[in-house]
């Protein structure tokens, strides 16, 4: 039986909604996007410089605090323009420390963050859709279908708000950080939003703004491998693979989107990876599923596939949700598992289920919102 997640600590309305302000909101901008907001409004460009930088570095959302900034120009800015989050519609936090936001955007739709922290870091989740493009079984979001895309600024919004909570404004220039980390794998398939993901990400890798590197960012994919050469190429983020099976007969049932690009031409475009090539090693997810995909069997074929490759195995028990057709391997399984795939040459953690209590683990997540229906003729 599952438990009901806990109520939630706070319940915030969104200042846009709020206001159902139309000015247009600056954050989510590129720089080059920025600096021609800004010159439309008769600002000089290096004006672009200097909001970027109290946007980004300081997680300013007031213009009257960018002091080194005239008064009227900064009077001209908030006349014009804002700098919104998406609103905190709740917040959960769990007993091991997680934190879950489930976070509203100008148009009402949904989405949930979470932040993982350990003992020297932080890993914030963050989703790229409301809803999901994939049906994948095993999955909670894949239960909620598709709402739409996020963009840009609800993307990098998620790791603000993040930052917000946490109060890790200005961006520390220290290494230890609460929040060091994102990992996209929330809700969402990132490479069916790749233009927003990617415009949000730079953003992010900005040295002058939130100035994380691209290895402190993994970008998780169930497999869509046509895209995966343009995150090499054009991102160059640490790359992981949602893969929960070895044959494409257990993988068609788990992650439908094999019956189109099936396990063989996935390791192939991982295997032409930047990150294949180098000291990174793509991580593979594989999620323990009793007496689906944990056979000593499965184990040996798994370290067959993926030998060839700079390879990483994440084993993740399976973190239950209402409904959920499938159960978590045993403990008992899972090191068996493990063992084999360790003895074959890779290294194969077991992740520490985090944030169950709220059903903010891995596969946990989903929102009420649903896709408007288009009205009938």
């Known amino acids: 039986m599952i438990a009901l997640p806990t109520e939630p600590l706070q319940i915030e309305e969104p200042a846009a909604l709020r206001r159902n302000d139309l000015r247009p909101n600056l954050i989510g901008l590129s720089r080059a996007g920025l600096e021609g907001t800004l010159a439309e409004a008769g600002l000089e460009p290096f004006r672009a410089r200097q909001v970027w930088h109290w946007i980004y570095w300081h997680g300013v959302t007031d213009f009257g605090r960018m002091t080194n900034i005239a008064r009227p120009v900064r009077e001209r800015l908030a006349e014009l323009f804002r ?32 932040n993982i922290p350990e003992a020297d870091r932080g890993s914030v989740c963050v989703s790229s859709q409301v809803g999901c493009t994939l049906t ?39 290494t230890t950080r609460m929040l060091s980390n994102i990992v996209m794998m929330g809700m969402g398939e990132p490479l069916y939003n790749f233009d927003n993901v990617a415009q949000a990400l730079r ?14 960012i993994t970008l998780s994919t169930s497999g869509v491998v046509p895209m995966i050469p343009r995150v090499g190429v054009e991102l160059d983020v640490n790359l992981a ?73 994440n084993l993740i028990p399976f973190n239950p949700w209402p409904g959920a057709p499938y159960e978590c391997s045993s403990n008992n399984r899972i ?34 919102s649903e896709r408007a229906r288009r009205p009938t003729s």
Not at 279 to 305: C, H, P, W
Not at 342 to 356: F, I
Request: contains cysteine; proline residues 5%; charged residues 25%.
């Open 203 to 216: 953003i992010v890798m900005d040295d002058q703004g939130i100035a994380l590197g691209r290895r402190r």
């Open 136 to 174: 994948c079984s095993f999955c909670h979001t894949g239960t909620q279908k598709l709402v739409r895309n996020l963009t840009p600024a609800e993307i990098v919004g998620q790791f603000m708000v993040a930052r917000d909570s946490y109060g890790e404004w200005p961006t520390p220039i220290e």
């Open 83 to 114: 700098i919104d989050r998406p609103g905190i519609a709740s917040e959960q936090r769990s007993a091991d420390g997680t934190r879950k936001w489930l976070l509203r955007f100008e148009d009402g739709n949904e989405a949930e963050t979470v």
């Open 335 to 368: 090191h068996r598992f493990a063992e084999i795939v360790n003895n074959g040459g890779l290294s194969a953690p077991v992740r520490t289920p985090r944030g169950r209590d709220i059903l903010a683990a891995c596969g946990q997540l989903r929102s009420a």
């Open 241 to 313: 693979v949602s893969l929960h099976a070895v044959t494409d007969e257990v993988r068609d049932l788990l992650v439908p989107i094999n019956k189109k690009w099936p396990i063989a031409e996935l390791l192939a475009a991982c295997a032409a990876y930047p990150g294949a090539k180098n000291s990174r090693r793509i991580t593979f997810e594989y999620t323990m599923l009793k007496g689906v995909n944990d056979s000593d069997q499965d184990a040996r074929e798994l370290v067959r596939l993926l030998v060839p490759l700079h390879a990483k195995v």
